[in-house]
């Protein structure tokens, strides 16, 4: 069964302070690993696709890369508005397009 | 704005009762999938339809079912409600499945609360 681990489970920057969030995944087959992000009481807003290892991209201030085994999300010099929940999801190249969530980090930005 | 659109946005109803939760996807999209947000449990995929039929099926009760019009508008059906059914239940959309991989985009949810 398709596993997602998100870590950490919640993380509180000052303005401008980057870091990173890990998105740990075990999947028979990737088909792709999905980036969301979500504010409270919102749909999933969609970030990033990857499907393949060394795969980066890039949005803002958002920078999602790709391992065999995990994914990081990148947020350099963070603003209060990036606060919000970012999920993190794959499906898997044997059977149907659903997407097997992780439980998000709860980012939060300090002014 | 994904473009899924989903009513109602808030519904209150008792336990017992009955609901149904409608979805209309992006413009172009034939796979509608279900989802369920709880506070304990995060989002959980419920079920799958493509172009009006079954693709595939999640943690879904036997409470629950959903079903695909020809027009690609979903409906999702709670019967026999019970306190833990309250959550957020979101719909999403996708064009289909292709060999790199699937966007899907999400509605906005409908919060159901059973009292």
């Known amino acids: 069964e398709d596993q997602v681990t998100q870590s950490p489970e919640a993380l509180r920057l000052q303005e401008g302070e980057s870091s990173s969030l890990n998105c740990s995944y075990t999947?028979?087959?990737?088909?792709?690993l999905f980036w969301y992000r979500q504010d409270p009481g919102k749909g999933p807003e969609f970030l990033f696709t990857?499907?393949?290892a060394g795969e980066e991209k890039e949005k803002e201030r958002l920078k999602a890369t790709l391992t065999k085994k995990e994914s990081f999300l990148h947020i350099t010099a963070p603003k209060p508005e990036d606060s919000a929940t970012y999920l993190c999801?794959?499906?898997?190249?044997?059977?149907?397009?659903?997407?097997?969530f992780g439980t998000g980090t709860r980012l939060t930005i300090i002014p | 704005d994904s473009g899924v659109t989903q009513t109602p946005k808030h519904l209150i109803t008792a336990t017992g009762q009955r609901v149904t939760l409608r979805c209309s996807p992006r413009?172009?999209?034939?796979?509608v999938y279900w989802y369920q947000q709880s506070l304990d449990q995060g989002l959980q995929f419920l079920i799958q339809?493509?172009?009006?039929?079954?693709?595939a099926k999640g943690n879904i009760l036997e409470r629950f079912s959903a079903q695909q019009f020809p027009d690609l508008h979903s409906e999702l059906n709670l019967s026999s409600l019970e306190l833990g059914d309250s959550a957020l239940y979101f719909c999403?959309?996708?064009?289909?499945?292709?060999?790199?991989?699937?966007?899907?985009?999400f509605g906005e949810g409908s919060w159901l609360t059973v009292v």
């Open positions: 999947v028979s087959g990737l088909r792709g």
């Open positions: 999801a794959v499906t898997s190249n044997f059977g149907n397009e659903k997407l097997t």
């Open positions: 990857l499907y393949s």
């Open positions: 339809y493509y172009n009006g039929e079954e693709r």
């Open positions: 413009s172009g999209d034939l796979s």
């Open positions: 999403a959309s996708s064009v289909a499945a292709t060999r790199t991989g699937n966007t899907i985009y």
